[in-house]
Every structure is written in C-alpha cells, then in structure tokens.
C-alpha cells in the first residue's frame, strides 16, 4: 500500500506525509509517550532529549481528570482548553500526534481530541522510532509557543462509563473489544496494576492491539485490519465498544476502526482498571469464545 492512499490527516499519516509538511505554519505537533510503569522509560526526560522539530509535549497523566482516582481519565473540557490553549494549539490547526514506541499511546491523545470534537487530527505511523530510523531531523529546543483560541464540543459517543458498558454487556447492544494481551484476557496472567482481579468483561471479545500492527510499529493496511477484526470475532456492522488495562491501548482499536470506516464505536475510559476493581461487577475467564460474523 502506498502512502498516498495510506495518509488520511483525520485518522493516520505516514512520515512522509510529516516531512513533506513540517513547516506548515498550521501544523501542530505532539509528543504523546507514555510507557508503563515497569518500562524503565521516562516520557519527558526523552522529549526534552530528543523530539520531532516544533513538537510539544502532551502528558496523557497530568492532561487528565485528577477528580478520578482510576488513571488517566479523559479531562474535562475545560482543562482540556485550557492546557491546549498553553500549548499553543488551537482551532484551524492540523494536530499529528506520536509516541516513542511507534503506534501506542498516540492513540489515545488522538482519541482525547475527538472526544473533544476535534476532526483534524492524526497519528503519525510508525512514531518517533520510524522517523529517527529515516534520518528525518529531531532537536532538543523548546518550541516557541504562542497562545492560540481553541473550541471544543464534546462528542459523549465517543466514550462509555462502567453502567454503560455493563449494560451492553448484560443486553448484547454493542461488542465488547478488549485490547489487552490474550493471556490477561484469559485471566492467566496478573494484571500489572496490584488490586485487580484477572480475567474480562462476560462475552467481551479479545483483540490484542498488537495483532494491528505490522513488525515496524505501523498499523496494518486496512484490508489486514478488516481481517483481523472478523478473526476475532467482531460483526463490523453492529456497534463496538472498546477496552484495556486503562484506555490507552483500546484507542488503537478505536483508531483502526476509524480507519474502517466504522463510525459506531466508542471507548470504555475505565477500562479494566475500573472494571477489575469492583467485586460486584461479574468477570469472566479462559479464552474469548467468538461472537462476530463466521468467515
């Protein structure tokens, strides 16, 4: 698949595309890595060591609602204004968005702006490590930022809360898509936050966002991504409602089936951090037992 048809600046863009329109005046770019706790990575410290030219920082932690105490929740609206208009990022902007580790946490800042009903907004393919690996340029200054007017309308079908999702659950009136690792989903392997209970939602299905992926951290054509989904057992005809550990990965899901054309989906912001938290709440294990469209 070419970069021409790969390149949509609503959903993904390749680092050609980037290169060939990094002094766009309204191009904005941000610098979305997040690792896990046991990673032994720090975000920031490689930001200000290393980042695209004009990239910001955009900390999926700190840019959150710290009136929950699960993690990483999407902020409200009017801090979201507020830390963009710092940032300098604002209406009439195209935003492309990337991380360290090639297609992982972008994804869900890319989510965040279209929760907010921002449109012009895209991940960069393959991220940093893609670009670096091209010889494109990086630099260790800080951007030169000024303030810009933002306005945001929050999109609610973007983003489901636990009644929600255990309602769809209980009723079957959307698939549940879990992005995690097979074996957390099974409930063989701990989860890496202390506190949870293993296993998954009761008739979720299991997609690990690695299966979107091809080996160099790029997403997959979207013909692969339609297969993958089938495999799993989704009916891409009838809503989806994504999930994760704690919503990061599960936007990668949300983003892949953006790039489908399936505009009926939503993310489950609490993920299994919430979900695995409350004994009352029923869990399932052992492996996903397919739902979707038999082919």
């Keep these: 698949m070419s970069t021409a048809a790969m390149d949509d600046p609503k959903t993904l863009v390749s680092t050609a595309w980037l290169a060939a329109h990094l002094r766009d005046p309204d191009l904005r770019i941000l610098d979305a890595s997040w690792y896990l706790p046991d990673s032994g990575r720090d975000a920031r410290a490689e930001y200000a060591a290393a980042h695209i030219p004009g990239a910001r920082f955009f900390d999926i932690d700190a840019i959150s609602d710290h009136r929950s105490a699960l993690p990483h929740m999407a902020p409200p609206p009017e801090k979201f204004i507020s830390r963009m208009r710092a940032m300098g990022v604002g209406d009439g902007h195209q935003v492309v968005i990337y991380d360290g580790s090639g297609l992982f946490s972008a994804a869900r800042v890319w989510w965040t702006f279209r929760l907010m009903g921002k449109v012009d ?42 009644t929600q999702v255990a ?7 959307a698939q549940i898509v879990d992005a995690r690792a097979a074996a957390r989903f099974a409930g063989e392997a701990p989860e890496p936050r202390a506190g949870l209970r293993a296993g ?38 009838r809503p989806v409602i994504t999930s994760c550990g704690s919503g990061v990965t599960a936007a990668i899901l949300s983003l892949a089936l953006e790039r489908l054309g399936h505009k009926n989906h939503a993310l489950y912001d609490g993920s299994w951090a919430e979900w695995g938290m409350y004994d009352d709440l029923p869990i399932a294990k052992g492996p996903a037992t397919q739902k979707g469209p038999a082919v």
Excluded at 125 to 132: A, I, V
Excluded at 167 to 173: C, D, P, Q, R, S
């Design 167 to 173: 309602n769809a659950a209980k009723l079957g009136a």
């Design 200 to 237: 998954h939602i009761p008739g979720a299905l299991s997609l690990p966002y690695g299966t979107l992926l091809q080996p160099d951290g790029t997403m997959k054509p979207q013909p692969a991504l339609r297969e993958a989904f089938v495999a799993a057992g989704v009916d891409l005809t």
């Design 121 to 162: 907004v895209a991940v960069l393919d393959g991220g940093l490590p893609k670009w670096r690996a091209e010889g494109h340029e990086v630099e260790d200054l800080p951007p030169v930022i000024r303030d810009r007017h933002i306005t945001v309308q929050r999109q609610a079908s973007w983003v489901k809360d636990v």
